[in-house]
């Protein structure tokens, strides 16, 4: 319902100098007249006729050059107001022809820049990146085109996606691979892309992942990325990604999604994962100490060596979780974890050679397959199929 508004305020914009200038002259040449029959208010005579009781008796030159001084200083008020808004209109029709032409050189810009993404040098696809970024920088800035800026970021994360399918489509076959291959070293321009999407693209102006997918990076290759501490990827989905190793010191990553994502020997130091989502998750000998995992959803995950200290469990969901040689507690028993009841810890399993290190005021609930500690029945070990993203369900 608000399109009238918006038609009206057009038209008065479009048409107010014109409309103005045409009252304007009007209302002069009426007023001309009628100061005329003013000074002259009986004809033939030099007497005040009856009803003209404003214009003072044997003063009637005086009062007309006031009235017409005061009628000069309305309209040329009037005029200056009418100069005023004619070049605040000239003014934000320069602005307009200027926007539209930076408009045209974005453009160009971008499609320069997405076609160097293609390169075969690191070096220009480094260059095509840092030139997106400038260009979303801007978009985002206020005034800034939103839709285009979000159409930038779209474009990098893919080619995040593809660079990743392009590594495993060109990976070699596992079979002939030694226990202790890494992989390949993680691409530069992969990095940096990922780097410039946390930094440049602001958190308000992101994707919703419920509604429209976030920032989608899921089945991305970044083991071993590094990003600056504190980095910002709320909203991203980085479910199914491989990040291995990754140095995320104090990144924000509240509501992100990290289903079934490769987070072995991850570093999360301090990071805020509060209400994400890492349901078969493997986060096996992941450092976790003093990070945020409150109302997370971690469901069959595989926390097996994680280290836990000081991290905020609030609410977390520990179903079926391997919580094997997890460490709650630093080795003296000092700087437990946060909010850690016997009730979520019930609810997962473990080894029974390789128990957690719980808070002193948390005992074992049970042997680790979920029976009593002192049951003599041979051991559980369906649950071990459905942990971690490689499970056999």
């Not at 200038?21 to 007023?31: K, Y």
């Not at 453009?107 to 993404?117: D, H, I, K, P």
């Not at 696809?125 to 030139?131: K, P």
């Not at 493997?282 to 109302?295: E, T, V, Y």
Request: include cysteine; aromatic fraction near 8%.
């Amino acid at each position: 319902m608000t399109w009238p508004f918006r038609w009206f305020g057009s038209v008065v914009y479009n048409r107010a100098i014109t409309a103005f200038l045409i009252v304007w002259v009007l209302a002069a040449i009426a007023a001309f007249f009628w100061i005329v029959d003013l000074a002259d208010p009986c004809p033939g005579t030099n007497l005040v006729c009856p009803g003209v009781e404003w214009i003072r008796p044997g003063y009637l030159a005086e009062d007309f050059r006031n009235l017409l001084w005061a009628a000069s200083l309305v309209f040329g008020g009037a005029g200056a107001g009418a100069a005023l808004i004619n070049a605040l209109r000239r003014t934000r029709l320069m602005q307009a022809e200027h926007a539209l032409a930076q408009r045209g050189q974005d453009a160009e810009t971008f499609s320069r820049a997405v076609e160097q993404l293609g390169s075969k040098e690191t070096a220009i696809r480094l260059g095509a990146i840092y030139a997106l970024e400038g260009l979303m920088r801007s978009a985002f800035a206020d005034g800034g085109d939103k839709t285009f800026g979000r159409q930038i970021g779209e474009t990098l994360a893919a080619f995040v996606r593809e660079q990743s399918a392009e590594e495993v489509r060109k990976a070699p076959d596992a079979a002939t691979l030694p226990d202790d291959y890494e992989g390949p070293r993680l691409a530069v321009d992969r990095e940096a892309a990922v780097a410039v999407l946390a930094r440049s693209w602001p958190f308000e102006h992101r994707p919703f992942l419920y509604t429209a997918g976030g920032v989608d990076l899921s089945s991305a290759r970044l083991a071993r990325l590094r990003l600056p501490d504190g980095a910002d990827l709320r909203e991203f989905d980085l479910s199914n990604a491989d990040l291995r190793e990754a140095q995320l010191f104090g990144v924000e990553l509240e509501g992100a999604w990290l289903r079934s994502a490769n987070l072995q020997k991850v570093e999360l130091t301090g990071a805020t994962l509060r209400g994400a989502l890492l349901d078969s998750a493997n986060l096996q000998k992941g450092k976790l100490a003093g990070a945020d995992l409150s109302f997370a959803h971690i469901s069959y995950a595989d926390l097996e060596g994680a280290l836990l200290q000081e991290t905020n469990c609030q609410s977390v969901e520990l179903h079926g979780v391997n919580l094997s040689a997890a460490k709650f507690v630093s080795h003296n028993a000092s700087d437990p974890a946060e909010n850690l009841n016997l009730e979520q810890v019930a609810k997962a399993r473990w080894r029974p050679d390789r128990p957690p290190a719980l808070p002193p005021e948390i005992d074992r609930p049970h042997r680790g397959d979920g029976k009593p500690l002192r049951e003599v029945s041979p051991l559980d070990e369906s649950w071990m199929t459905v942990v971690g993203p490689d499970a056999l369900i």
